[in-house]
C-alpha cells in the first residue's frame, strides 16, 4: 500500500505546528513570562527553544522521515538487528492514549465555553459568578461527557477522511483561522484603555523580579516551558516526519513549527495581560484564568459577548488541532502494526477513546471522591504525560539519535540535512552527544521534584 503524503509544504508545517500549539501556550505561557520578569524570562525561554527543542524535533522528524512508518514501526525500520529500541514505540503509543484521556475533556470545555457565551450565559456576570458557571459544569457528567464524544467523534470522523483530504484540509483551514483569530484578539485587547501596563508587566524585562523569584528558578521554567510546548516524545511529530517530502532540511522546517508555536504563545499574553490589567482583575495560571477570569474581563468589555466566543472558538481550534494530530497519530499506527483500514482503524479508537476518556469527565463529579496519590484523575494523567512520558521519550529519540548503538549521528545528520535548506554543521556533534542529554534528564528531575 502506497504510503500517503502531505499534499503541500504549508500543509505540514501548519499541521505540525497545530499539534504544538495547546492549551499550555495560553494558560500558562503568559502567567509564568509575567511571573518570571517578563522579557527577561522571554530571553531565556528563547534560547532554550533553539538549543533544546528545536534540536530534538529535528530528531523526531528525521526518524519519521527515514522510516516512513508510524511511530510503532519507525524504530523497527531503523536499529540494527536483535536492538531493542523498538520497545520505546509501544510507550510512545501509549502517551498519546493517555495524553487524549484527558485532553478531550479539555477541548470539549472550550466547545462549551463558546457556546455559552454565543448564548449569553455569562452576560452581567462577575468573576464570583463565572466561577459558578464553570463549577456547575464540572459538576455535571452529562455536559462534560457530551462535549468530550463531540470532540472524539469530530476527531477520528476528519482522519477518517484520510491524510490529505481529511487532516490536512481540515488543520490548514483551523490554522489559518486560528492565526487571524489571535492577532484580532491581540489587537482589540492592546488598544483598550489601560491596556499598557498591562504590555508592560509582560513583556519589559524585569530583572529586579526575576532576581526576586531567583535567575536559576527562571531559566528551569524557561526550560520546561521551552520543550514542553513542542509536544515532543510521543512521536506526535514523527508521525508527520513520515509524511514529508525529502525537498528541504529539517532544520529550517522545525525553526518554522517553532516560529509559530512561540507567536502564538507571545500573542495570548497580548490578550490576557492588556485585557487584564485595563479591568483591573489579576491574571491567574491555569483552568481559572481561562473558565473563571477571562469570561469577567470580556463581559467588562463592549460587545463582549462576540469577543468572548471568539476567544473560546481560538481556542477550540488550538485544542482540536492537537487532538487531530494524535488520532491521526494512534490511527496510523493500528493501520501498519495490526493491518487495519483506516475506516476500521477510526472506528475502533473513537470508541476506545471516548471509554478512556471517561475516568477524567467523572472525576469531577461521579468519582469526585476518588483521587491517584493524592491527584485527581486530569493532574495524574497530565503529570504521567508531562513529567515522565515526554521528558523520557525525549530523551530516547535522541539517544537514538547519536548514539553508536543507535541510528547514530551520520545517519540522522545525512537525513536531517537531506533537501533545501540550512543544514545540521557537524560540530555540533558534541553538544547533542553529551550536553543535550543532561539538559533532557534535568528536565526529568525537575518534573518529579
Not at 505540525?16 to 522571554?42: D, E, H, K, L, Q
Not at 466566543?309 to 495490526?338: G, H
Amino acid at each position: 500500500m502506497k504510503r500517503e503524503s502531505f499534499k503541500s509544504r504549508l500543509g505540514f508545517i501548519l499541521i505540525s505546528a497545530g499539534c504544538a500549539i495547546g492549551i499550555g501556550n495560553v494558560w500558562r505561557f503568559p502567567y509564568i513570562t509575567g511571573y518570571y520578569g517578563g522579557g527577561a524570562f522571554v530571553m531565556f525561554y528563547l534560547l532554550f527553544l533553539i538549543i533544546m527543542a528545536v534540536p530534538v524535533l529535528t530528531m523526531e522528524l528525521a526518524i519519521g522521515r527515514a522510516s516512513r512508518k508510524s511511530t510503532m514501526l519507525a524504530y523497527n525500520e531503523l536499529e540494527k538487528p536483535g536492538q531493542k529500541w523498538h520497545i520505546h514505540g509501544y510507550f510512545a503509543l501509549a502517551g498519546n492514549y493517555v495524553l487524549m484521556m484527558y485532553y478531550t475533556t479539555v477541548a470539549g470545555w472550550m466547545l462549551s465555553y463558546m457556546v455559552k457565551f454565543l448564548s449569553g450565559t455569562f452576560e452581567g456576570l462577575d468573576t464570583a459568578a463565572s466561577g459558578q458557571v464553570f463549577d456547575k459544569m464540572l459538576a455535571d457528567p452529562w455536559e462534560m461527557g457530551f462535549w468530550m464524544l463531540v470532540t472524539v467523534v469530530f476527531g477520528f470522523v476528519i482522519c477518517g477522511r484520510g491524510l490529505q483530504n481529511g487532516l490536512e484540509k481540515v488543520s490548514k483551514f483551523m490554522m489559518i483561522a486560528l492565526l487571524l483569530l489571535i492577532v484580532v484578539l491581540a489587537v482589540r485587547s492592546m488598544t483598550l484603555d489601560g491596556a499598557s501596563e498591562g504590555l508592560a508587566f509582560y513583556l519589559k524585562p524585569d530583572f529586579a523580579r526575576m532576581k526576586e523569584v531567583g535567575v536559576l528558578n527562571t531559566m528551569a521554567a524557561a526550560m520546561n516551558q521551552s520543550f514542553f510546548t513542542m509536544s515532543l516524545g510521543i512521536g506526535a511529530m514523527l508521525i508527520f516526519g513520515s509524511y514529508m517530502g525529502r525537498d528541504h532540511a529539517l532544520l529550517g522546517e522545525a525553526g518554522r513549527i517553532a516560529v509559530l508555536d512561540t507567536f502564538v504563545a507571545v500573542c495570548s499574553g497580548l490578550i490576557i495581560f492588556p485585557a487584564c490589567f485595563a479591568f483591573d482583575v489579576t491574571p491567574d495560571q491555569g483552568p481559572s484564568l481561562i473558565f473563571v477570569t477571562l469570561p469577567s474581563v470580556f463581559n467588562s468589555m463592549a460587545g463582549g459577548r462576540i469577543w468572548g466566543a471568539l476567544f473560546f472558538l481560538f481556542m477550540a481550534f488550538a485544542s482540536i488541532t492537537t487532538v487531530l494530530a494524535v488520532f491521526e497519530n494512534i490511527v496510523a499506527c493500528c493501520m501498519e502494526k495490526w493491518n487495519m483500514s483506516r475506516k476500521k482503524a477510526c472506528i475502533l479508537n473513537c470508541i476506545l477513546v471516548a471509554l478512556l476518556s471517561l475516568p477524567c469527565v467523572l472525576g469531577y463529579n461521579v468519582w469526585s471522591g476518588v483521587t491517584i496519590a493524592g491527584k485527581n484523575f486530569l493532574d495524574m494523567e497530565d503529570f504521567v504525560v508531562s513529567n515522565l512520558l515526554l521528558p523520557i521519550g525525549a530523551l530516547v529519540y535522541l539517544l537514538f539519535c547519536v548514539s553508536r548503538v543507535g541510528w547514530g549521528f551520520g545517519n540522522y545528520r545525512k537525513e536531517a540535512n537531506t533537501g533545501k535548506g540550512v543544514g545540521i554543521p557537524n560540530w555540533i556533534r558534541g553538544y547533542v552527544t553529551f550536553v543535550l542529554p543532561i539538559l533532557l534528564v534535568l528536565i526529568l528531575v525537575l518534573g518529579l521534584i
